[in-house]
């Protein structure tokens, strides 16, 4: 069975720094990407970051580029979100997901089909 | 990437059909069969329910299907329970995934 336990988030005062962790089980963790997405209090998702099995390879959203750095150490089954220069508009529930993939003759389908159970970070003075 | 769009709020009764749409544009939705729907219960992680358009994972309900016209990507739960009350999002993949509006599903 497929588990991502988080940990972290919190309180943090605006322009602070967090780190976010996500342990993975269940699955061999190098083979898959992984993501972030957050949900602002009473919104909807949206996606925040992704990166490769190997950890080659990373991708952001412009909200957040500049600023927040996913990592993964594969010895550890754990991915890692770093964040800096933390705003008002960063507080959000943040969910770390398992990617899986579907090829097709067009390309990838990309989703995420496992999450963790989300963690509170809250920008405040 | 802007998001899709969905309604805010569909409802039914119980042992109903009723289903959600996801509008997008010819650069996401319409492109490609990317589409995938989560099911989200309050104060709960998304669950995925439906990936490339129309397929289930393992353990979804068959109640739950998917389809796409154009640009816009459809859910349709049969038999609705109230279980089904949640919110569910629609996602598109092209070079990166946009989330779209949600919608509130009432079961009443």
């Known amino acids: 069975e497929v588990q991502l336990l988080q940990s972290g988030g919190g309180l943090v005062q605006p322009g602070g720094s967090l780190r976010l962790s996500c342990t993975a089980s269940g699955f061999t963790f190098a083979n898959y990407a992984m993501s972030w997405v957050r949900q602002a209090p009473g919104k909807g998702l949206e996606w925040v970051s992704a990166i490769s099995g190997s950890g080659d390879n990373t991708y952001y959203s412009d909200s957040v580029k500049g600023r927040l750095t996913i990592s993964r150490d594969n010895s550890k089954n754990t991915v890692y979100l770093q964040m800096n220069s933390l705003r008002a508009e960063d507080t959000a529930v943040y969910y770390c997901?398992?990617?899986?993939?579907?090829?097709?003759?067009?390309?990838?389908?990309?989703?995420?089909?496992?999450w963790g159970q989300g963690t509170l970070v809250t920008v405040s003075s | 990437q802007s998001a899709l769009t969905q309604p805010a709020s569909v409802s039914g009764s119980p042992g109903q059909s009723i289903t959600l749409s996801c509008t997008g544009t010819s650069s996401d939705v319409g492109s490609y069969n990317f589409v995938s729907w989560y099911q989200q219960h309050p104060d709960k992680a998304p669950k995925l329910i439906i990936y490339d358009v129309s397929k289930r994972p393992s353990g979804v309900s068959n109640r739950f299907s998917g389809s796409k016209s154009g640009n816009t990507a459809s859910l349709t739960i049969s038999g609705l329970q109230a279980e089904d009350e949640a919110d569910y999002y629609c996602s598109s993949y092209t070079s990166s995934s946009v989330f779209g509006t949600g919608t509130k599903v009432t079961v009443l």
């Open positions: 997901a398992k990617r899986s993939y579907s090829q097709h003759s067009s390309g990838l389908d990309v989703f995420d089909d496992s």
